[in-house]
DNA sequence: GCCGAAAATATACCAAAGTATAATATTTCT
DNA sequence: AGAAATATTATACTTTGGTATATTTTCGGC
């Protein structure tokens, strides 16, 4: 495997729960099984890419339900869906929120590996990426209100005089804290800073 | 309705195809109806936003099959199926490969006609989002060899003088291709060079 | 080989950006 | 209020970028 990672699986059945523990040990992934949902929140998520497997109906909240509420919860992870009893719409639904699969029972274990494989590989690139954001928005962060509104427009494209006169402070204000910016944003060129900036929506933090 | 727009219903039942072209044009929507997905490719489509209403079931070509082969016919539309008879499995799989919906008869007039509005309004950003790729690919085609080397280094953060040397040109020649480079991207500061050529991917543009 | 067009280069100049030092103003904390 | 920290501004200088004009070079076609 590339990296350490976990699979949840949730479902009610624990001859269920046995079969997927084996079958996902048996390829070297770490598993953890839960009866329910509110036992998955109990427990609460590894720092590590991940999946969860999710049963569609189980007493108590169903995976469908869960699966709406897991954005609300701040839960990212990606779900693979199985199910003994279910129908093409709750399927189709599923999917269309987001799900990677939704497998019904009699399903093929290497179909059930690919999809995890899968969403674990999905889990690390969204992981990944907002690690990435994150760091750029600390950065960002670091800057007094007055940098913030130089970098804001010297990647629009303003010159140092036309920033001076927009802020109403001197020329050499405006140097010194668009040094500092770049400094603080880690940008060794201007090119640099725009595409950081890029990635933040000025517009939304003003 | 915010501008033109077509709708394609391919269905080999004709009494969906008369149902499907009232439901549409009850609520002013341009319709085109086809037998077959030979029909449907022998008139060609519209240069306007759309959608296709494709049956799963066919004698022929399958909708199922249709929709897994118009990437490769560079045909972008987003589907909306309808079926008598369809498994979870075959919904999910048209989901997954991009379909909007997948409805199974009988269903919603309304249900039907809001995933049509939600494929058009996708349809809609997609070819806005083509035509402002391709007008800066034009921008760029547009540019000497020589000028896209000193662009690309450009946006890479490097100094005139560094371009120069790396080329093996003088500071001068840099400095002329630059300016050309700027006019012919019509990009008034380095910022929006920046941001122009981000949505190029240069380096498999050489 | 000669010619015309395009590209490259040289020269000269000005505006803009980056940097360092020091002085002044402002804020903040005690 | 007073002191320390921070922000702003001024001065001086260097490097870089942008532009215009003119000259030279290069290259394809006749």
Redesign the pocket.
Known sequence: MTGPCVVYVIDDDSSVRAALDDLLASVGIRVLTFDSTTAFLAHGMEDAPGCLVLDVRMPGQSGIDFHRRMAGLGIALPVVFITGHGDITMGVDAIKHGAIEFLTKPFNDQTLLDAIQNGIGKDRDRRRAVAESEMVRARWASL?A??QEVARLVVQG????QI?SVL????????????QA?RKMDART?PDLVRLTGKLDLDGLS
């Open positions: 007094s007055g940098e303003l010159l140092n005089k001076a109403d402070v001197s020329e050499i204000t405006v140097k010194v804290r668009r040094a770049m201007l």
